[in-house]
């Protein structure tokens, strides 16, 4: 917000420059005495132009930029004021606990704010404080540490982070971040039908309807690659409805095509990942659909419904960048020689289907 005020005044000074110079230059010096007298007059003249011009141009621009711009100036204030609130709060909690070092609610609320602070790091910091002085039995320390892993560095479930949703869920079998998570670290293990388990115990939970959505549709998702492979998937959830985007919710069009170049490299269908990330943080992507290089060129609308994780989704983020690869090797983490476009979308300015050709290789 500070580098956009800043770029404003300095394109307002230029343009102040550009006019009233022009105002203040004076002419040459003519010989007679009325001649001279004329000259003095006209420079008076110019120079109360200048003036006028330099008091009325910034007013004029600060009028018409507050009734035609739709900047919500009083939502930054706000923003603002609660950030500063929160920074002063999360210090004076550190305060405490440098006097107090074994209040373990002290370090999982600490954990707890810098998360939602999105400073994961310094949030499994925290969360590994609690989760030693609990010696690894207090399920929050454990599902916290786990999860500020996991939003650090996605590859970390399939790792550490991993391994301590499954301690979770061996104390407290039907914790939903467990769940949720222990469910996303076991299909990128590739466990799919340990994966799709613990989504159907969440969604057991009666989840809130916008959450339900996306456990829908990641359950359905899954059922459909079982019975792909082989397995046998239960008839009341092979027949769930998949999750559409909500009246109001964010939904990006994405068209997707493969250049003639790299076709000529596919052998047989590979699975195509259609996902989106925040250019500005790491973590797990905002919204992700499968689909198979048969069906290219395809148009897919991504949504909050398509979020790994119910509370990140492409609602939170202004910018999103949309990326769609086919993986060779079919996992959704991306591998040398997957074939890959990538395009940027800024809600609120982008507009019409955001179009994506694959044209890369990964290195």
């Not at 971040?177 to 299909?187: D, E, M, Q, S």
């Not at 060779?328 to 979308?345: H, T, V």
């Amino acid at each position: 917000m500070t580098a956009f005020i800043v770029v404003c005044v300095a394109m307002l000074l230029a343009a102040l420059l550009w006019m009233v110079l022009p105002l203040l230059r004076a002419p040459q010096e003519k010989g007679t005495a009325t001649e001279s007298t004329e000259l003095a007059s006209y420079r008076t003249e110019r120079r109360f132009s200048g003036l006028a011009v330099a008091l009325l141009v910034p007013v004029l621009a600060v009028v018409m930029y507050a009734g035609l711009s739709n900047w919500d100036w009083k939502a930054v204030q706000i923003e603002s004021a609660q950030a500063a609130n929160m920074e002063q709060a999360v210090a004076g909690l550190e305060a405490k606990l440098k006097e107090n070092p074994d209040n373990l609610e002290g370090w999982i609320m600490l954990g707890r704010s810098y998360t939602a602070m999105s400073r994961y790091p310094r949030a499994a910091d925290a969360y590994q404080q609690a989760y030693d002085l609990s010696k690894g039995q207090n399920v929050e320390a454990v599902t916290g540490l786990g999860e500020a892993l996991a939003l650090t560095d996605e590859a970390s479930l399939a790792g550490r982070a991993g391994k301590l949703f499954d301690a979770a869920l061996a104390i407290a079998p039907n914790d939903p971040k467990a769940l949720w998570y222990g469910g996303v670290a076991a299909l990128r293990s590739g466990d799919l039908r340990l994966g799709r388990d613990r989504l159907q115990l969440l969604m057991a939970q009666n989840p809130p309807p916008e959450i339900r959505g996306v456990l829908a549709r990641q359950i359905q998702d899954l059922n459909e690659q079982i019975a792909a492979a082989g397995g046998e998937a239960p008839p009341s959830q092979a027949s769930a409805p998949s999750a559409a985007p909500a009246a109001g919710a964010r939904a990006i069009q994405v068209s997707v095509s493969l250049s003639p170049q790299l076709r000529q490299q596919l052998t047989g269908a590979v699975p195509l990942f259609i996902l989106a990330r925040d250019p500005s943080a790491g973590g797990p992507p905002l919204a992700v659909q499968r689909h198979s290089s048969d069906s290219l060129p395809l148009n897919v609308t991504l949504s909050e419904s398509d979020a790994m994780i119910p509370t990140r989704s492409i609602a939170t983020v202004p910018k999103v960048v949309v990326v769609a690869r086919l993986s060779r090797g079919g996992s959704p983490q991306q591998q040398s020689g997957d074939l890959y476009g990538e395009a940027e979308y800024e809600f609120g300015k982008s507009s019409g289907p955001l179009t994506i050709v694959i044209d890369r290789v990964v290195p």
